[in-house]
């Protein structure tokens, strides 16, 4: 065939040689975006999870002045129940005034030195605690020291009876090793 006929036969027919061009320029484009099939999915995946987090940012940002201050107000409750290190005569009037509560005997209550560590915002304040009295003002006791305004941990309780005329028979005592939670 030459450019003769070609040029004829083209003159002739065309809508079938532009539909001819069309599908073999679909079939290149085709061929050439074949291959990025995968990384469209996962740029459509990633952009979805992205949209998908921003529509639940929106959605939980409607209360988000409420939920700050709820947490700025627990931070101030939280902060209000420490204990200061620093403050020896404070810190034992604690257990003082759980004595007058609890109606036991304080026969030893004593700060342990803080260990002192600088990463650390928050701190166990290490205390030793001896009381006597009846089984229920003992109990009492470490129900209002567990309940109490300050975060408390017992590490160690010793039981044993009482010794003594006064203490009749009923009477016991508890050496309580305990931390409570407090700033340096």
Do not use: W
């Not at 532009?18 to 469209?40: D, E, H, Q, T």
């Not at 700025?72 to 200061?84: N, Y």
């Amino acid at each position: 065939m030459n450019s003769a006929e070609l040029s004829t036969t083209l003159k002739k027919h065309p809508i079938g040689v532009a539909c001819a061009l069309v599908a073999i320029a679909c079939g290149v484009m085709l061929y050439m975006r074949a291959g990025n099939i995968a990384a469209s999915q996962t740029e459509s995946d990633s952009a979805t999870a992205e949209a998908s987090k921003m529509t639940g940012n929106v959605r939980n940002s409607a209360s988000l002045v409420e939920h700050a201050a709820e947490i700025e107000s627990l931070s101030k409750e939280f902060e209000g129940r420490l204990m200061k290190a620093g403050q020896l005569a404070v810190n034992l009037q604690y257990f003082y005034k759980l004595e007058a509560e609890t109606e036991v005997k304080l026969v030893d209550v004593r700060q342990s030195t803080v260990p002192r560590n600088a990463k650390s915002q928050y701190i166990g304040v290490p205390f030793t605690v001896t009381i006597q009295g009846s089984f229920a003002q003992v109990t009492g006791f470490l129900s209002r020291l567990q309940s109490g305004p300050h975060f408390c941990r017992i590490n160690t309780a010793t039981f044993s009876k009482a010794g003594g005329e006064n203490a009749g028979g009923t009477g016991m005592t508890l050496a309580l090793s305990l931390d409570i939670l407090g700033q340096p």
